[in-house]
């Protein structure tokens, strides 16, 4: 006859094998502590929306811009005096944001102007301006090289939109003195020479023996384009 004590072994062995199957057979009790934020994973958890660039302390590259490609998002815009204003605010952003854009941008500058412009294109709130603007930017696509290269890019842009309206067109050389943003340093047409951060020369933006009708890096010819 089997004893009380053995009895009990195998009904705690017993339990503890039926545990150990159910453990196996739902996943979500596989789950463990994420040794850097402390959450805990599990099938369906934390672990989808994991990315190495969450990780305090960690230097990895960011995660790539999304939704820069696309049709237009808002609806049109019916009130004329709505969309004036909103259209005199928006060329001011726009023409400060290139007038103070790097000389000399990384390639990470470079592409982040240039998602912006077509994040634009798409989120404008005026529905019709920004189909406009997604056509110019297939015709144009956006310069990014340079403080110079960008600015002058958007400048033509706008006197394409200037000529549709029938307006008179800015004379680009005068961006900076039209676009002051009072921030009192490195202008377009600044006469000062500009310097890197070893007083080094370095390319002035406005070097008449600069081609601006070129890329600084690819060499591609600046404000071309065709459908």
């Given at each position: 006859?089997?004893?009380?004590?053995?009895?009990s072994?195998?009904?705690?062995?017993?339990a503890?094998?039926?545990?150990?199957?159910?453990?196996m057979?739902?996943?979500p009790?596989r789950?463990y502590i994420?040794?850097?934020?402390?959450?805990?994973?599990?099938?369906g958890g934390?672990?989808?929306?994991?990315?190495?660039s969450?990780?305090?302390?960690?230097?990895h590259?960011?995660?790539p811009?999304?939704?820069?490609?696309?049709?237009?998002?808002?609806?049109?815009l019916?009130?004329e005096?709505?969309?004036?204003?909103l259209?005199?605010?928006?060329?001011?952003?726009?023409?400060t944001m290139t007038l103070r854009f790097?000389?000399?941008?990384?390639?990470?500058?470079?592409?982040?102007?240039?998602?912006?412009?077509?994040?634009?294109?798409r989120?404008?709130p005026?529905?019709?301006?920004?189909?406009?603007?997604?056509?110019?930017?297939k015709?144009?696509?956006?310069?990014?090289?340079s403080r110079?290269a960008?600015?002058?890019?958007?400048?033509?842009v706008?006197?394409?939109v200037?000529?549709?309206?029938?307006?008179?067109?800015f004379?680009?050389?005068?961006?900076?003195?039209e676009?002051d943003?009072?921030?009192?340093?490195?202008?377009?047409?600044?006469?000062?020479?500009?310097?890197?951060?070893d007083?080094?020369?370095?390319?002035d933006?406005?070097?008449?023996?600069h081609?601006?009708?070129k890329?600084?890096i690819t060499?591609?010819?600046?404000?071309k384009?065709?459908?």
């Amino acid at each position: 006859m089997i004893s009380r004590f053995a009895k009990s072994l195998f009904i705690i062995i017993f339990a503890i094998f039926i545990l150990a199957m159910l453990a196996m057979l739902h996943p979500p009790s596989r789950a463990y502590i994420d040794p850097w934020t402390g959450q805990l994973f599990g099938e369906g958890g934390v672990e989808k929306t994991w990315h190495p660039s969450n990780v305090p302390g960690k230097d990895h590259p960011p995660m790539p811009v999304v939704g820069v490609e696309g049709g237009v998002i808002m609806s049109k815009l019916g009130n004329e005096t709505a969309k004036a204003a909103l259209g005199r605010a928006t060329w001011k952003l726009l023409h400060t944001m290139t007038l103070r854009f790097p000389e000399h941008p990384t390639n990470d500058e470079r592409e982040a102007l240039g998602s912006y412009f077509h994040l634009t294109s798409r989120l404008y709130p005026c529905g019709e301006c920004a189909a406009e603007f997604q056509e110019l930017l297939k015709e144009f696509p956006p310069q990014t090289s340079s403080r110079r290269a960008a600015s002058l890019w958007l400048c033509a842009v706008h006197n394409k939109v200037n000529k549709r309206l029938k307006k008179s067109e800015f004379d680009c050389a005068n961006l900076s003195s039209e676009y002051d943003c009072g921030c009192g340093d490195d202008k377009l047409d600044s006469a000062s020479p500009v310097t890197g951060t070893d007083n080094t020369p370095q390319l002035d933006p406005v070097d008449l023996e600069h081609d601006p009708s070129k890329d600084d890096i690819t060499g591609a010819g600046l404000i071309k384009g065709g459908r």
